[in-house]
């Protein structure tokens, strides 16, 4: 079959992921499925959102190559379809952030206010890790600790953060990460901790980063298998 402008017929298929990807409540659904396969109703469930919404969704991802999709019984898991898709994310991201003043605004307005510091790079976090200079804690909530984590981290959900730093060790830092560079349990247990006494950085991304990057992921199956 012949096509008259293969150029824009290319095009065309550009601008089927471009619009998947065009809509808050997609790219959210992306970063949980970024830390592990997770079925419709569990996203469902960890976004406050009607079943059938989320299933609409998770379709127009799926029709876009975006995400895969696996029965199990009755349920359907959904996992992203590559480490390209987490690299469209980002570039997305970081357009919005270099060119987009609203973005400039809420990123002064509340996320600065609440840490300002220069993040951990993840190189650096390696370093201080091997050398046993920090204490690394995975805000999250532990269903998604459980799907994978960093070596070595504590999971200590957001809303226990403040019960938990009663027995840390002052003057030791402490480094926080998530889901990404934006989540934002992480600022909130920075500004948290720094306002009980101690010294707390986050990390410069999140969980789903540090995955794609290729680095050690424990999940809470291998300890128990240990």
């Not at 499925?33 to 959102?49: D, H, N, P, Y």
């Not at 590559?82 to 991201?93: Q, T």
């Not at 609440?114 to 790079?121: C, E, F, G, I, L």
């Not at 986050?202 to 789903?208: C, T, V």
């Amino acid at each position: 079959m012949s096509i008259r402008n293969p150029k824009q017929a290319l095009y065309e298929q550009f601008a089927i992921v471009a619009k998947a990807l065009g809509h808050p409540l997609r790219l959210e659904l992306i970063e949980h499925i970024a830390q592990g396969a997770r079925s419709v109703e569990a996203l469902a469930a960890k976004l406050g959102q009607p079943v059938a919404n989320i299933s609409q969704h998770l379709q127009a991802l799926r029709r876009a190559g975006i995400v895969s999709a696996d029965r199990d019984g009755k349920f359907v898991h959904y996992s992203l379809a590559d480490a390209s898709v987490l690299s469209a994310f980002a570039a997305v991201r970081g357009v919005a952030e270099r060119q987009l003043a609203e973005v400039d605004r809420i990123v002064r307005g509340y996320f600065d206010a609440r840490d300002d510091m220069r993040p951990v790079t993840r190189e650096e976090l390696q370093t201080l890790m091997r050398d046993g200079l920090v204490t690394l804690i995975d805000v999250r909530p532990a269903d998604e600790f459980a799907l994978g984590h960093v070596p070595g981290a504590i999971n200590v959900p957001l809303g226990e953060v403040k019960a938990w730093s009663a027995d840390a060790t002052v003057g030791r830092e402490i480094v926080a990460y998530c889901r990404g560079p934006w989540c934002v349990m992480s600022f909130e247990a920075v500004a948290a901790l720094r306002s009980l006494g101690h010294a707390a950085r986050r990390l410069e991304d999140g969980m789903p980063e540090w995955q794609a990057a290729g680095l050690p992921v424990e999940a809470v199956a291998d300890i128990a298998a240990d």
